[in-house]
């Protein structure tokens, strides 16, 4: 319910009263299920943690190569906020100013974990590969994905959902593998 006012009202402030309004309910109904809104929102959180997290589980033991790894972890992303534009508007924090500041925290971590684990794709194929990566460029490999990512996200949420978040990314996603997964040269960083 919550996720569907913030997809149909872009750009707008939701209140309880239209929430218990568009799900049919009194308000008092929606707070016996929840003591307040940042409650609704931390559920809505909650959801793209599991669902990403979980996919994200799945990936890491499905696949071995890296670069296979980064794409189906990014695309997946994609594809999550595609279905759900109301949390991706929640993930990016413009519905939350206002709000608790513990939600804004918690959005944070939601993308510092994404980082981490692209991290941790990156420094376990160095294990694998004969081209070692410090841990600067692992680190900075991580960040360029995510700002790719959320960069979409955000011009997804930005456009009021006109047009999938996954719209050219096979082709951008090629060009970004170039810089990051070519074989570096010595004019490399």
Known sequence: MLAGELETKPGSRISTASLAAAVGVSEAALYR???SKAQMFEALIEFAEQTIFGVFNQIMNEQAE???RCHHMATALLRFAERNPGITR???GDILVGEQQRLRARVSQFFARVETQFKQVMRESN???SAELDATQVAAIARLLLTV???RLDQFVRDD???SPAQDWELQWTLVCRGIFATPTTDAV
């Open 90 to 92: 929640v993930l990016l």
């Open 127 to 129: 294990l694998h590969q």
């Open 161 to 163: 959902f006109a047009a």
């Open 33 to 35: 299920h929840f003591a």
């Open 149 to 151: 990512v959320v960069g």
């Open 66 to 68: 890296a670069e296979t």
